[in-house]
């Protein structure tokens, strides 16, 4: 069974810096690329982050680039998020998703339950 | 970037009925578009996939259509474990953008 566990939110002050983990489980880790997507208090779902399969290509939402960054450990099975420079706006719920595909369609198949990150001063 | 717009945003139904969601892209997407249902402090589940495939286990009362610009997620017979807030993605460029969401709620 596919598991996926986020750690590493927190409280954080606007300018500082976080590192959010994903550990997966169940599956081939490095047969799939993964994403990061995050949910702002009361809002909708915003696409943040994609991470090939051997970490050789990324892609960044506007938002984000330049101060977000996105890497995995395959032989950890793990995921990761490097966040430096944290706005108020940041605030959200982080989901870790397996970027899934089936015969050249792609979808976010499994989810992580999610890990809190609330800048504030 | 490719918006996604979802209407209604909010949807008042009943058990039993047929309700359709709608998701417009502001270019064409061929069939990239996934639907997605995310119930209160829980993560999203992935319904649909291609705009019209099934995911895996979920109900075949749960059914999606469209491809270009418009798509559409239908539930055949509301059961009252379907309300919850839907979501449409384009996965045909980056950055993978979501619809706003749609509410679905019990009248």
Not at chain 1, 60 to 65: A, E, I, N, T
Not at chain 2, 53 to 72: A, C, H, I, K, M
Request: aromatic letters at 14%; charged letters at 15%; glycine letters at 10%.
């Amino acid at each position: 069974e596919v598991h996926l566990v986020e750690s590493g939110g927190g409280l954080v002050q606007p300018g500082g810096s976080l590192r959010l983990s994903c550990a997966a489980s169940g599956f081939t880790f490095n047969y799939y690329w993964m994403s990061w997507v995050r949910q702002a208090p009361g809002k909708g779902l915003e696409w943040v982050a994609n991470i090939k399969q051997d970490g050789s290509d990324k892609y960044y939402v506007d938002s984000v680039k330049g101060r977000f960054t996105i890497s995995r450990d395959n032989a950890k099975n793990s995921l990761y998020l490097q966040m430096n420079s944290l706005r108020d706006e940041d605030t959200a719920v982080y989901y870790c998703s397996r970027y899934g595909y089936n015969s050249g369609w792609f979808y976010f198949d499994y989810w992580g339950q999610g890990t809190l990150v609330t800048v504030s001063s | 970037d490719i918006q996604l717009t979802q209407s209604p945003s909010f949807l008042s139904a009943s058990i039993g009925d047929r309700v359709t969601i709608t998701c417009r892209a502001s270019q064409g997407i061929s069939s990239h578009l996934a639907w997605y249902q995310q119930k209160p402090g829980k993560a999203p589940k992935l319904l649909i996939y291609a705009a019209s495939t099934l995911q895996s286990g979920v109900p075949s009362r749960f059914s999606g259509s469209g491809s270009g610009t418009e798509f559409t997620l239908t539930i055949s017979s509301l059961q009252p474990e379907d309300f919850a807030t839907y979501y449409c993605q384009q996965l045909n460029s980056y950055p993978h953008t979501f619809g706003q969401g749609t509410k679905l709620e019990i009248k």
